[in-house]
């Protein structure tokens, strides 16, 4: 089972199941459309950007809304600091 935890809830049984399946799992690290405001979806993705050059890499899950595509869209330049890759690769 190849699996990301989204984190919704505080609560996830996502790291005992897998366990009990003897599988890995990856989880997000921020989460970027809690609220739809594009100014804090920005500062979201300054968030994952920070995270992944701490940590060598980071997931960001948000959803196909107007103000998260375009806050991505406006932060290309940012992207720019870090390696975007297919979550594949982080297995």
Request: aromatic content about 8%; charged content about 30%.
């Amino acid at each position: 089972i190849n699996f990301i935890d989204s984190r919704t809830i505080a609560t996830t049984k996502v790291p005992k199941v897998m366990e009990n399946f003897g599988s890995k799992y990856i989880a997000r690290d921020v989460f970027l459309d809690h609220e739809h405001d594009k100014k804090y979806i920005k500062e979201q993705i300054k968030k994952a950007i920070e995270t992944a050059k701490a940590h060598g890499s980071a997931i960001a899950i948000g959803h196909p809304q107007a103000n998260t595509i375009l806050a991505i869209n406006e932060s290309k330049k940012l992207f720019e600091e870090v390696e975007l890759v297919l979550v594949n690769k982080l297995y």
